[in-house]
């Protein structure tokens, strides 16, 4: 599957800082790390950098010759290489000069894919915020990688500018739901894998109820980063047509209900 996967991914990305770099290609399913690579480089010494330079040279060809093997340029729009400081420039600068050197032509003639942006580390998971980064967001405007981004990115803006109008959790997502006034239901993929029937149950129909009242839903791989930011919300969120200020009160009156219903059972 992560195969068939990767034939259609158009979008890669290179997370890097010195001595650890991630080679991904991302789908609009699923971000697929193609190659991890780790080295020790040794600290700079006062008077002698020989050694650290010889290491992260021989880290920087590791990299290039893992975006040859797992990079395939007649399907991919766009390489993103991102890395704390300078590390992304130099290796960059690193790569191409050797693909002169050595007539590499795939790297040459394809060197206007590649777009070097800021990251934290060189760990999968700063991909989240590189993804959001806006000048790529512009770059990867055509690609189907980024939908879900864009998505959850336009969630989380309504949060921050008119919170009356998004909401997470099952609880104030069911009840935006009653009033008819979810616009767009993000909406985890995990959540229909549930080992609890009633769990599943209840996330179908909240997917059909949506549907009925004219609402777009988007079902978030949790095998992409957008999906990974979408579960540590609860793995469902929504926004509104409209403002629901009022939800919360709706939310902790139901749940006094559910409270003084349980405290009549434990009474009989």
């Known amino acids: 599957?992560?195969?068939?996967?990767?034939?259609?991914?158009?979008?890669?990305?290179?997370t890097m800082h010195e001595g650890l770099a991630h080679i991904c290609l991302l789908t609009p399913s699923m971000t697929?790390?193609?190659?991890?690579?780790?080295?020790?480089?040794?600290?700079?010494?006062?008077?002698?950098?020989?050694?650290?330079?010889?290491m992260l040279l021989k880290f920087y060809d590791?990299?290039?010759?893992?975006?040859?093997?797992?990079i395939s340029f007649d399907v991919v729009k766009c390489v993103l290489v991102a890395s704390p400081g300078f590390v992304k420039d130099q290796f960059c600068e690193?790569?191409?000069?050797?693909a002169v050197r050595t007539d590499v032509k795939v790297l040459l003639e394809n060197k206007p894919k590649f777009l070097l942006v800021h990251s934290s580390s060189g760990h999968k998971h700063a991909l989240k915020e590189v993804l959001s980064a806006p000048s790529v967001l512009a770059r990867l405007s055509d690609t189907k990688a980024i939908a879900e981004v864009k998505a959850l990115d336009?969630?989380?803006?309504?949060?921050q500018n008119e919170p009356d109008r998004a909401f997470y959790g099952i609880g104030h997502v069911e009840a935006a739901t009653s009033h008819?006034?979810?616009?767009i239901l993000l909406v985890s993929d995990k959540l229909f894998r549930s080992n609890d029937l009633a769990t599943r149950q209840r996330y179908i129909a909240l997917v059909e109820s949506v549907k009925e009242s004219a609402g777009?839903?988007?079902?978030?791989?949790?095998?992409?980063?957008?999906?990974?930011?979408?579960?540590?919300?609860?793995?469902v969120a929504a926004l509104l047509r409209f403002p629901l200020p009022d939800i919360n009160d709706v939310i902790n009156s139901d749940d006094s209900d559910d409270e003084e219903k349980t405290e009549e059972k434990e009474g009989k």
């Open 216 to 235: 777009e839903v988007r079902v978030f791989s949790s095998h992409h980063v957008s999906g990974e930011q979408l579960d540590q919300l609860s793995g």
């Open 180 to 183: 008819n006034a979810i616009e």
């Open 32 to 54: 697929i790390v193609r190659m991890r690579v780790e080295m020790n480089i040794p600290r700079k010494r006062k008077g002698s950098c020989s050694q650290h330079d010889k």
């Open 1 to 14: 599957m992560a195969c068939d996967a990767a034939r259609s991914a158009d979008v890669a990305a290179v």
């Open 62 to 70: 590791s990299v290039m010759q893992g975006i040859l093997r797992h």
């Open 154 to 159: 336009a969630f989380y803006g309504m949060l």
């Open 94 to 98: 690193y790569m191409f000069a050797q």
